[in-house]
């Protein structure tokens, strides 16, 4: 019965150490491939196998040994006095292509390239099945071999295609026509590294560099095209690929799994509602803030614990930074240039954390958002780049808690800036804990904050103390009467403009703020994207 | 061994455009491009009120961007570039 599903061995042609070709498959004959390389014990121990099955089935059956270095080669040869063929494959394509992750590795196909038999390391019982069933295809006797003097097995060693840094080039190579960015050359005295900071690719700090076998690896992390345009970024609205999130992604220092947030991230920040064009380029310091939600916080190990708004974790550190260096290197956003904080803040290198969902009493902020819980979510909000610290060691229910909380969140902007927008609140679980022992939800959480920072129109005016403040023409007022004076406007235009997680760790009575910039449709308004995970 | 590294950039050339001819006089039709930051109306106002006193032969149209925080919309740089001669753009705080 002919087998429709059989998947034949992968086709090559190698030269041997006669100066002829080997060519596989289809072939005249039945092949016996044989694996090895010059440094493994284990493949030292097979030679005199290999050689045997030359001698008795070679007129019958092609019997090649394949080596894995053209020095290593030169030398099996000679030590075991080999005269099977032995075919270089020091560029380890065919080693690669086969799959192999040890040699010896043993495989004998039929002339088409049907895979029959195979095996790794050394098997005495693998080889005497194997040399019964060369004399069963050959017709030839089999040769006596004294099999007590070769040990039950012994383990192979590992293959050098899949060596460290080897595996990724011969990926990468296998692979290449998926790139289609701009390759450069460096020249041999060139250091990579100098290279990437004298053509202002970097943040300041140093990047990996972005050979195509890191790219390669980086794009394992989608299941999207390379050639997919993501986005158009600001300010220069250029389309980025994929491969080119790839490209930056790599130089943040991220892993492939993290590719997704990276792209969920740049999706949500180049909207009109996000405007990140206005985010970079205004004098005030802002930036993306991204946060993390859904189980992918797990998976990519984030951290939304001790520290969570600090340093010291990959995937917080790289993925933040990843999406700034494509905005940077692909939209054009440079400092100095259409970046042009007056100040800067040191979130601008990268601003990325999780919250802390299982520490929370209240449901996530992407379920809050219209999210599933079990859907890994990423939400961008453009605010100031870095985030401030709110004690309060001392306050035992959540109505002092959280009055005391909204008094700190006065100094956001200015004391004296009433009805403005988003900020993102950070609560800790120490100041959770507080606020879940009275049961109360998010939506009394911003109407507290809103009661506390409430103030007279008569506190919030520009005056000769403080010239900072409100207007009366911007209130729509000419000539107040004292009762209009006395109308209170809370910090907030709106209590949903107070954005609230909970991350941070279990010891210490401090929240945080990240402080808003212009907010809204003449501004930025956070923006949630799901993410689209390979597995 | 040659190190290859893919371009993270846009690869785009940036296009290098003239300045346009000098002819040594203002005539004709001025944008003055208020772009919605605080107290930009009162620059405006102040060269307006300097342009029509030494420039009496110039139509001044004024022009506001919706808000400071987003390029200008298409329609307003379109309406700009078919109505004007010159711009003035006003970047104040």
Same mark, same amino acid.
């Given at each position: 019965? #002919?087998?429709?599903?059989?998947?034949?061995?992968?086709?090559?042609?190698?030269?041997?150490?006669?100066?002829?070709?080997?060519?596989?498959?289809?072939?005249?004959?039945?092949?016996?491939?044989?694996?090895?390389?010059?440094?493994?014990?284990?493949?030292?121990?097979?030679?005199?196998?290999?050689?045997?099955?030359?001698?008795?089935?070679?007129?019958?059956?092609?019997?090649?040994?394949?080596?894995?270095?053209?020095?290593?080669?030169?030398?099996?040869?000679?030590?075991?006095?080999?005269?099977?063929?032995?075919?270089?494959?020091?560029?380890?394509?065919?080693?690669?292509?086969?799959?192999?992750?040890?040699?010896?590795?043993?495989?004998?196909?039929?002339?088409?390239?049907?895979?029959?038999?195979?095996?790794?390391?050394?098997?005495?019982?693998?080889?005497?099945?194997?040399?019964?069933?060369?004399?069963?295809?050959?017709? #030839?006797?089999?040769?006596?071999?004294?099999?007590?003097?070769?040990?039950?097995?012994?383990?192979?060693?590992?293959?050098?295609?899949?060596?460290?840094?080897?595996?990724?080039?011969?990926?990468?190579?296998?692979?290449?026509?998926?790139?289609?960015?701009?390759?450069?050359?460096?020249?041999?005295?060139?250091?990579?590294?100098?290279?990437?900071?004298?053509?202002?690719?970097?943040?300041?700090?140093?990047?990996?560099?972005?050979?195509?076998?890191?790219?390669?690896?980086?794009?394992?992390?989608?299941?999207?095209?390379?050639?997919?345009?993501?986005?158009?970024?600001?300010?220069?609205?250029?389309?980025?690929?994929?491969?080119?999130?790839?490209?930056?992604?790599?130089?943040?220092?991220?892993?492939?799994?993290?590719?997704?947030?990276?792209?969920?991230?740049?999706?949500?920040?180049?909207?009109?509602?996000?405007?990140?064009?206005?985010?970079?380029?205004?004098?005030?310091?802002?930036?993306?803030?991204?946060?993390?939600?859904?189980?992918?916080?797990?998976?990519?190990?984030?951290?939304?614990?001790?520290?969570?708004?600090?340093? !010291?974790?990959?995937?917080?550190?790289?993925?933040?930074?990843?999406?700034?260096?494509?905005?940077?290197?692909? !939209?054009?956003?440079?400092?100095?240039?259409?970046?042009?904080?007056?100040?800067?803040?040191?979130?601008?290198?990268?601003?990325?954390?999780?919250?802390?969902?299982?520490?929370?009493?209240?449901?996530?902020?992407?379920?809050?958002?219209?999210?599933?819980?079990?859907?890994?979510?990423?939400?961008?909000?453009?605010?100031?780049?870095?985030?401030?610290?709110?004690?309060?060691?001392?306050?035992?229910?959540?109505?002092?808690?959280? !009055?005391?909380?909204?008094?700190?969140?006065?100094?956001?902007?200015?004391?004296?800036?009433?009805?403005?927008?988003?900020?993102?609140?950070?609560?800790?679980?120490?100041?959770?804990?507080?606020?879940?022992?009275?049961?109360?939800?998010?939506?009394?959480?911003?109407?507290?904050?809103?009661?506390?920072?409430?103030?007279?129109?008569?506190?919030?005016?520009?005056?000769?103390?403080?010239?900072?403040?409100?207007?009366?023409?911007?209130?729509?007022?000419?000539?107040?009467?004292?009762?209009?004076?006395?109308?209170?406007?809370?910090?907030?235009?709106?209590?949903?403009?107070?954005?609230?997680?909970? #991350?941070?760790?279990?010891?210490?009575?401090?929240?945080?703020?990240?402080?808003?910039?212009?907010?809204?449709?003449?501004?930025?308004?956070?923006?949630?994207?799901?993410?689209?995970?390979?597995? | 061994?040659?190190?290859?590294?893919?371009?993270?950039?846009?690869?785009?050339?940036?296009?290098?455009?003239?300045?346009?001819?000098?002819?040594?006089?203002?005539?004709?039709?001025?944008?003055?491009?208020?772009?919605?930051?605080?107290?930009?109306?009162?620059?405006?106002?102040?060269?307006?009120?300097?342009?029509?006193?030494?420039?009496?032969?110039?139509?001044?149209?004024?022009?506001?961007?919706?808000?400071?925080?987003?390029?200008?919309?298409?329609?307003?740089?379109?309406?700009?570039?078919?109505?004007?001669?010159?711009?003035?753009?006003?970047?104040?705080?």
């Amino acid at each position: 019965m #002919a087998d429709v599903s059989t998947n034949y061995l992968p086709a090559f042609e190698l030269g041997d150490s006669s100066n002829g070709i080997a060519r596989a498959f289809p072939c005249a004959r039945a092949v016996l491939l044989c694996f090895v390389k010059e440094d493994c014990p284990t493949c030292g121990l097979t030679m005199g196998l290999i050689e045997a099955a030359h001698i008795s089935f070679g007129a019958l059956v092609e019997v090649w040994a394949i080596g894995q270095d053209a020095e290593g080669n030169a030398k099996l040869v000679e030590r075991h006095r080999l005269t099977a063929p032995m075919l270089d494959d020091s560029a380890l394509k065919v080693s690669f292509a086969y799959g192999l992750d040890t040699v010896p590795t043993i495989i004998l196909a039929d002339s088409r390239g049907a895979e029959i038999r195979r095996f790794a390391g050394f098997g005495r019982d693998d080889w005497r099945e194997m040399f019964a069933e060369l004399a069963r295809l050959s017709g #030839a006797d089999s040769p006596s071999i004294d099999w007590k003097s070769y040990p039950e097995s012994r383990p192979g060693c590992g293959s050098k295609s899949v060596e460290p840094g080897i595996a990724e080039r011969l990926d990468a190579e296998a692979r290449g026509d998926k790139l289609t960015a701009r390759r450069i050359e460096l020249g041999d005295a060139e250091d990579v590294f100098e290279f990437m900071f004298e053509r202002g690719l970097t943040d300041g700090l140093p990047v990996v560099p972005p050979t195509p076998e890191r790219v390669m690896w980086m794009l394992t992390g989608t299941r999207r095209d390379p050639r997919d345009v993501v986005a158009t970024v600001p300010p220069n609205l250029a389309p980025v690929t994929v491969e080119k999130v790839a490209v930056n992604a790599v130089m943040a220092g991220c892993r492939p799994e993290y590719l997704p947030v990276v792209i969920a991230a740049l999706e949500a920040v180049c909207t009109d509602e996000f405007n990140i064009h206005g985010v970079m380029a205004t004098t005030w310091g802002a930036t993306p803030v991204i946060v993390v939600s859904g189980p992918i916080r797990h998976r990519l190990g984030m951290n939304m614990g001790m520290m969570a708004l600090g340093y !010291g974790t990959r995937s917080n550190a790289t993925i933040g930074r990843a999406l700034k260096l494509v905005i940077r290197n692909v !939209g054009g956003a440079r400092p100095g240039e259409i970046e042009r904080s007056t100040l800067g803040a040191i979130g601008k290198f990268t601003t990325c954390f999780a919250e802390w969902e299982e520490r929370s009493p209240w449901e996530p902020l992407h379920v809050e958002r219209g999210f599933k819980k079990e859907e890994s979510v990423v939400t961008a909000f453009g605010l100031e780049a870095g985030s401030r610290q709110i004690a309060d060691q001392t306050s035992r229910t959540a109505r002092a808690l959280v !009055g005391s909380l909204g008094l700190g969140l006065e100094a956001c902007w200015h004391p004296k800036q009433h009805g403005s927008g988003e900020i993102l609140l950070i609560i800790s679980p120490e100041h959770a804990d507080t606020i879940a022992r009275d049961k109360w939800n998010k939506a009394q959480v911003r109407a507290r904050i809103q009661e506390v920072t409430s103030r007279p129109i008569r506190e919030l005016l520009q005056d000769d103390d403080c010239g900072e403040g409100i207007t009366l023409k911007a209130l729509g007022m000419t000539n107040p009467t004292e009762e209009q004076l006395a109308q209170k406007i809370p910090k907030f235009r709106r209590p949903e403009n107070i954005n609230i997680i909970v #991350a941070g760790g279990d010891a210490g009575k401090f929240s945080a703020v990240f402080a808003g910039w212009v907010s809204g449709p003449m501004g930025s308004s956070s923006v949630s994207r799901r993410i689209e995970e390979a597995i | 061994m040659k190190q290859v590294i893919i371009d993270p950039t846009d690869e785009r050339v940036p296009l290098r455009r003239m300045l346009a001819a000098r002819s040594g006089t203002i005539a004709g039709r001025v944008a003055l491009l208020d772009i919605a930051k605080p107290r930009g109306d009162v620059l405006i106002d102040r060269l307006a009120e300097h342009l029509q006193d030494r420039l009496p032969g110039v139509e001044i149209n004024r022009y506001r961007k919706p808000t400071f925080t987003k390029p200008a919309p298409d329609e307003l740089r379109r309406r700009i570039a078919e109505e004007s001669d010159f711009v003035i753009e006003a970047l104040a705080d």
